[in-house]
Nanobody
Framework: QVQLVESGGGLVQAGGSLRLSCAAS????????MGWFRQAPGEERAFVAA????????QYVDSVKGRFTISRDNGKNTGYLQMNSLKPEDTAVYFC???????????????????WGQGTQVTVSS
């Protein structure tokens, strides 16, 4: 199993930016597809973005397209979520997830991931 630790969350004003990091240990992240999900109070965990093993394929939920960028540095065993033009509705706990795979697809369904970080809070004030 790979262990995942998110960092980079915080409080930011609307229009601001944050970069979340997801540091992996225990296994080489290059064998894992990665995803970012978020969960607001009273809501289910929702897909935000995903990236394939090599980084060549990415996918985003429509609400963050053009504002968020998912990336990874397999040499550093770390994934990232750059969040720009943040809105109050982006407020949530953000989780990174990883799943070992032999393929280069992306996965957007939370139940398909078997490794999760503890989450990091992102709060966007209006």
């Amino acid at each position: 199993q790979v262990q995942l630790v998110e960092s980079g969350g915080g409080l930011v004003q609307a229009g601001g930016s944050l970069r979340l990091s997801c540091a992996a240990s225990g296994r080489a992240l290059s064998s894992y597809v990665m995803g970012w999900f978020r969960q607001a109070p009273g809501e289910e965990r929702a897909f935000v973005a995903a990236i394939s093993r090599s980084g060549g394929n990415t996918q985003y939920v429509d609400s963050v397209k053009g504002r968020f960028t998912i990336s990874r540095d397999n040499g550093k065993n770390t994934g990232y979520l750059q969040m720009n033009s943040l809105k109050p509705e982006d407020t949530a706990v953000y989780f990174c997830a990883a799943k070992p795979t032999a393929f280069y697809n992306v996965i957007t369904t939370p139940s398909e991931y078997n490794n999760w970080g503890q989450g990091t809070q992102v709060t966007v004030s209006s």
